[in-house]
Structure formats: C-alpha cells, structure tokens
C-alpha cells in the first residue's frame, strides 16, 4: 500500500483515497499558490515604480536665480530670454526634458542679485510650486569684478579684492539670504527648495603654465567655498535643501588636467568667463540638481 502511494504521486497519477478521507491535490494547490504569489509581486513591483514615476510627472518646477541657473556659458540660448541667457543646455532645462514635470517655469537670470529674484522672478511661484531650483549670491558679492580685478591687476589688489568679498559674504549677504528665502517659502509653501552652490574656479598645481599665480587661484577657491559655507547654512535654517557642486567638478576645474567645464576668459563673449560649459551643466549641476529633487 506505501508502494503504491509512492508510485502513484511520483508518477503524477492519482492515489486511491484512504477510507473516509476526501483526495489532496498538492500540486495544484501549489501551483494556485505559486501564481498568486507572482501575481501580487507583480503588482506590488508595478505600484512601486509608479508611485516613484508620479513625483516627477505632476511636479510644478519653477527654477530661479542668476546665470549659474540660466545657463550662461553653455549656448543654445532662447532668443526671447534677451540678457537673461537662459539656455536649454542649463541644468534646470535638462532636468525638465528628462523628468517632464507637470508645469517648468524657468526665470532664472543672467547678472541677478537678491533683489533681483525678489523684485522680478518670485511671481511665478504659488501655493501649486513644488520644486524650487537657485543659485544665488555670487553677484551680491562682486565675484565678477573680482575675477577681472585678478586676471587685470597685481596679486595683491585680487587678494584685497577677495577679502572685501569674503567680508561681505560674512556681515551682509547672510541678512539678504534670510530676506530672500523666507519669502520663497511664503509664496511657495508646499515646494521642496533646492538651493545650488558654486564650483572651484581652479585645479591648483593644475596644468596651467600662464595666467593667475598660485596665490590667486587659491584665494579664489577658497572665496568659492566661503559663499558656499555661508549659503548652506542659511539654506538649512530655512529648511531648504543645499546641493554642493564641488566634488562634480572636481578634476574638471580651469587648469585640470582632464576635460575642463569651466571657461576661462572668454575674449569672444567674456561674459562667459568663469561659467560653467554645456559639459559642466550636464555632468555637474544636473546630476547634483537631481540627487537634490529626488
């Protein structure tokens, strides 16, 4: 009787049923399990990634700022931006093509201070935002009369004209940060803020053999990291997210010995000069920027 039990399950026919005892049929009740197990993994798979996927498409994207955000020095700039330079080759127009958000607003600016945000880019936020992109304060503090103060004149005037920047950067710029970002917030509620910093100018012991000394490529650096230290913390206070571009530029600064995505100075459009190339808004702002959003 064993025998014939086992016989008859190892071959897959039916075993004749023990007295008062109904037949069991294991491998289909296995099977039925099996299935309903891939089925519900199937679906728990399919919400997941949907719920990931539905963040990105229903987001309303305002990006703001200076010409860190408006793409100066990588091109392909919309005409009826004007001096503004807003390009589709910056970092808030290439995350907006991959992750098409439900609504982009994309007001960033050439040349803008604090005030300048304030004044002229805060309207196309709403209680609807809910991605905010910035870059902001280079400008309030002078970098660009800076740098050319450094590539024109000795190195003690750049490095006089870095300390009046540094100074500012430590007893006013925090004050019109504060002012800046909490009316971000006001009008802008519900939105996750992701606020960008500024790579490094230089490679130092780089691959340059002319230009700026020694001296002033660190002191430009270490401005760099000033303002950067300066914003991120004034971004946290305001519970807003800081996005430190530095290590993505690392080894790709003026002066590096691999692909630079910085430009020097650029006698064809000088006011290029010391912007971020297509190269260093793909490969460095927007995989920062999108790490940030996510």
């Known amino acids: 009787m064993k025998l014939s039990r086992s016989i008859s399950l190892s071959s897959g026919a039916p075993s004749a049923a023990a007295p008062g005892r109904a037949p069991r049929?294991?491998?289909?009740?296995?099977?039925?399990?099996?299935?309903?197990?891939?089925?519900?993994?199937?679906?728990?798979?399919?919400?997941?990634?949907?719920?990931?996927a539905a963040p990105a498409a229903g987001t309303d994207y305002v990006a703001l700022g200076d010409s860190y955000s408006s793409g100066l020095g990588s091109g392909s700039y919309d005409s009826a931006s004007g001096d503004c330079k807003r390009s589709s080759a910056g970092y808030p127009a290439l995350w907006a093509a991959a992750h098409a958000p439900a609504t982009f607003n994309f007001v960033a600016c050439s040349g803008a201070r604090t005030g300048d945000v304030e004044s002229s880019q805060l309207t196309a936020l709403s209680s609807a935002t809910d991605l905010v992109s910035i870059t902001i304060g280079g400008n309030d503090a002078g970098f660009s009369d800076v740098m050319t103060t450094c590539v024109l004149k000795s190195e003690a005037t750049c490095l006089s004209g870095i300390a009046t920047a540094n100074s500012y950067i430590d007893n006013t710029l925090p004050g019109a940060l504060d002012t800046l970002y909490g009316d971000i917030r006001a009008k802008a509620p519900n939105a996750h803020v992701v606020v960008l910093g500024y790579p490094r100018f230089y490679a130092l012991n780089g691959s340059c053999v002319v230009g700026l000394s020694e001296a002033k490529r660190s002191a430009i650096n270490n401005a760099a990291d000033h303002i950067n230290s300066v914003t991120a913390k004034r971004a946290a206070d305001h519970g807003f997210t800081f996005a430190d571009v530095t290590q993505a530029f690392t080894g790709h600064e003026i002066c590096a010995a691999g692909t630079v995505w910085l430009h020097s100075v650029n006698v064809l459009d000088i006011e290029e000069s010391y912007h971020p190339t297509a190269a260093g808004q793909s490969g460095g702002y927007l995989p920062v920027f999108t790490a940030a959003a996510s």
Do not use: D, E, F, K
């Open 25 to 52: 049929p294991r491998r289909r009740r296995l099977g039925a399990l099996v299935s309903a197990l891939a089925a519900g993994l199937a679906l728990s798979l399919s919400t997941a990634a949907a719920a990931q």
